[in-house]
């Protein structure tokens, strides 16, 4: 993971958030290139579940919504992390991603004291448990004895009596206290006034914006049940303890689809199943890797008092599996909320069936900054060239920030460049491409492969003087083709726009 996190600095993708005043965790901003790469996925989602569908239609709603659609939709009274403090050093963490496990010796099932780790993968999580559990036996009799295998617990399953037992990962002392609920929502104040009247908050997420919009929307586009309504938005959530880099922070983007359907037990299931293949068929499209990937259906506690069903596609995160895009057949709890909320109603009048009824819905949500960090997982890559190692980002050419860099043999040779260029001009009018005479051309290619680039265009001297066309070299096999000069964009636009 640190590797990456240089990459992206490095390389222009992504920056901590103000970082000339030492930053602000849980916020970040994106480069040259991972504002490019952040569009570029993006438009992909946006042209595969909206431009290319005749039923979903998009949204793009105000951050700040009237206070009282929180109300209606529960985030007032319900929208919380359980949270700690260590009383002694201060530090706030979330509950549920402290884990505590008894230290056991295997002679005598004996429990000589506890352990407390955050959550990370397996291995990560074990580990630190080991490196803790040695530090407290060292200064014991028990030092050098058998422990047998952890049961990790979250912090929010353990009792008060084994609360005060385990010790906080800030002090190393049972100075953390039970879990109470924080809320997430980040308030403001609107006008000049800053008193109650003015409270409102920033949105937490952005499918309520389509749920008061459902009447707005299905009146003006003249749609018909079963269709979506789309919004690609930011969100902001005053997490507990943001981590893990942008997989979870404090303000983030996130595109989604609230598909209405109608009501009925049979008749929500193929829907949701359609969806969950859907979305992974994007996710494929864009270079997820699908061996990175996996489900997880909700179940349970586990499952939102509302949903009919949930479910998770998870990717393996360098830290852990964690969920990456969820699938929620929500039913019709939103707008009925907001209708009770409101006093205004929001049902459907069906034409066929001549039934009035509030429609259900289905929801996949996916976290843009999510995306990118699992887009960047699957796409670094090292291999050897030449004898020598090779990192490189391995993007789609649909989703990669910069397309394709056209590199004239010498600079200092003006009919080379003069020809370099002309086609440069020609390329950048229909994607982002750029420019780089600097240097011996194998360095070139590397500095392209590290920023993901699939196409080096190189001009040489029988492109000039023979008509011979240009090389073009593949960033993933370094395979070199040569094409003549009117045969370049159609063979580009194939590879990346798909046609």
Same mark, same amino acid.
């Given at each position: 993971?640190?590797?990456?996190?240089?990459?992206?600095?490095?390389?222009?993708?992504?920056?901590?958030?103000?970082?000339?005043?030492?930053?602000?965790?849980?916020?970040?901003?994106?480069?040259?290139?991972?504002?490019?790469?952040?569009?570029? @996925?993006?438009?992909?989602?946006?042209?595969?579940?909206?431009?290319?569908? %005749?039923?979903?239609?998009?949204?793009?709603?105000?951050?700040?919504?009237?206070?009282? /659609?929180?109300?209606?939709?529960?985030?007032?009274?319900?929208?919380?992390?359980?949270?700690?403090?260590?009383?002694?050093?201060?530090?706030?963490?979330?509950?549920?991603?402290?884990?505590?496990?008894?230290? @056991?010796?295997?002679?005598?099932?004996?429990?000589?004291?506890?352990?407390?780790?955050?959550?990370?993968?397996?291995?990560?999580?074990?580990?630190?448990?080991?490196?803790?559990?040695?530090?407290?036996?060292?200064?014991?009799?028990?030092?050098?004895?058998?422990?047998?295998?952890?049961?990790?617990?979250?912090?929010?399953?353990?009792?008060?009596?084994?609360?005060?037992?385990?010790?906080?990962?800030?002090?190393?002392?049972?100075?953390?206290?039970?879990?109470?609920?924080?809320?997430?929502?980040?308030? /403001?104040?609107?006008?000049?006034?800053?008193?109650?009247?003015?409270?409102?908050?920033?949105?937490?997420?952005?499918?309520?914006?389509?749920?008061?919009?459902?009447?707005?929307?299905?009146?003006?586009?003249?749609?018909?049940?079963?269709?979506?309504?789309?919004?690609?938005?930011?969100?902001?959530?005053?997490?507990?303890?943001?981590?893990?880099?942008?997989?979870?922070?404090? %303000?983030?983007?996130?595109?989604?689809?609230?598909?209405?359907?109608?009501?009925?037990?049979?008749?929500?299931?193929?829907?949701?199943?359609?969806?969950?293949?859907?979305?992974?068929?994007?996710?494929?499209?864009?270079?997820?890797?699908?061996?990175?990937?996996?489900?997880?259906?909700?179940?349970?506690?586990?499952?939102?008092?509302?949903?009919?069903?949930?479910?998770?596609?998870?990717?393996?995160?360098?830290?852990?599996?964690?969920?990456?895009?969820?699938?929620?057949?929500?039913?019709?709890?939103?707008?009925?909320?907001? /209708? %009770?909320?409101?006093?205004?109603?929001?049902?459907?009048?069906?034409?066929?069936?001549?039934?009035?009824?509030?429609?259900?819905?289905?929801?996949?949500?996916?976290?843009?900054?999510?995306?990118?960090? =699992?887009?960047?997982?699957?796409?670094?890559?090292?291999? %050897?060239?030449?004898?020598?190692?090779?990192?490189?980002?391995?993007?789609?050419?649909?989703? =990669?920030?910069?397309?394709?860099?056209?590199?004239?043999?010498?600079?200092?040779?003006?009919?080379?460049?003069? @020809?370099?260029?002309?086609?440069?001009?020609?390329?950048?009018?229909?994607?982002?491409?750029?420019?780089?005479?600097?240097?011996?051309?194998?360095?070139?290619?590397?500095?392209?492969?590290?920023?993901?680039?699939?196409?080096?265009?190189?001009?040489?001297?029988?492109?000039?003087?023979?008509?011979?066309?240009?090389?073009?070299?593949?960033?993933?096999?370094?395979?070199?083709?040569?094409?003549?000069?009117?045969?370049?964009?159609?063979?580009?636009?194939?590879?990346?726009?798909?046609?």
């Amino acid at each position: 993971m640190d590797e990456i996190v240089s990459l992206c600095k490095r390389r222009g993708i992504i920056f901590p958030s103000s970082e000339i005043y030492n930053g602000m965790a849980g916020f970040y901003d994106y480069g040259p290139l991972g504002a490019e790469l952040k569009k570029n @996925v993006k438009d992909a989602w946006w042209k595969n579940f909206v431009t290319s569908r %005749e039923d979903v239609v998009g949204l793009d709603s105000s951050i700040i919504h009237n206070p009282a /659609t929180w109300q209606s939709s529960g985030h007032l009274d319900g929208f919380s992390d359980p949270m700690v403090d260590c009383k002694e050093t201060k530090l706030r963490y979330r509950a549920d991603q402290l884990f505590a496990s008894p230290i @056991v010796l295997t002679e005598t099932a004996e429990a000589i004291g506890w352990v407390c780790v955050q959550e990370g993968n397996d291995a990560d999580m074990v580990k630190d448990a080991k490196k803790m559990a040695k530090r407290m036996m060292k200064s014991t009799e028990h030092k050098g004895k058998a422990i047998e295998a952890w049961n990790f617990r979250d912090l929010t399953e353990v009792s008060e009596e084994e609360m005060s037992m385990i010790p906080s990962p800030g002090s190393g002392e049972p100075t953390l206290t039970m879990p109470r609920d924080f809320n997430l929502m980040f308030q /403001t104040n609107v006008g000049a006034m800053s008193d109650g009247s003015s409270v409102a908050y920033l949105r937490p997420e952005t499918a309520q914006g389509i749920f008061i919009n459902f009447k707005n929307a299905i009146g003006t586009s003249r749609q018909k049940i079963p269709f979506g309504i789309a919004q690609i938005g930011k969100a902001f959530r005053n997490e507990i303890t943001p981590r893990n880099f942008i997989f979870r922070s404090r %303000e983030f983007e996130q595109m989604e689809v609230e598909y209405f359907i109608p009501p009925g037990d049979d008749v929500w299931q193929p829907f949701h199943e359609k969806w969950m293949q859907e979305s992974k068929d994007f996710l494929l499209s864009v270079g997820l890797r699908e061996d990175l990937m996996g489900w997880d259906v909700h179940e349970g506690d586990s499952l939102a008092h509302y949903a009919r069903a949930c479910t998770d596609i998870t990717f393996r995160f360098p830290f852990g599996v964690q969920e990456l895009m969820g699938i929620a057949a929500r039913g019709n709890f939103d707008l009925t909320a907001h /209708t %009770e909320g409101s006093g205004k109603s929001l049902d459907y009048y069906d034409d066929e069936t001549k039934e009035k009824y509030i429609p259900h819905c289905i929801e996949p949500s996916l976290g843009v900054d999510r995306l990118i960090l =699992a887009l960047i997982c699957s796409a670094y890559a090292e291999d %050897e060239v030449n004898g020598e190692k090779r990192n490189f980002l391995k993007f789609s050419p649909k989703i =990669a920030p910069v397309k394709v860099v056209v590199l004239p043999l010498l600079k200092n040779k003006e009919e080379l460049v003069s @020809v370099a260029r002309e086609l440069y001009d020609q390329l950048k009018m229909r994607w982002n491409v750029s420019w780089d005479a600097s240097g011996a051309v194998g360095r070139r290619y590397r500095r392209a492969d590290e920023v993901g680039t699939p196409f080096c265009i190189t001009i040489d001297f029988d492109t000039i003087e023979k008509d011979a066309g240009v090389t073009i070299r593949d960033r993933d096999t370094t395979e070199q083709i040569r094409l003549p000069m009117d045969e370049v964009i159609p063979y580009l636009s194939k590879q990346i726009d798909g046609y």
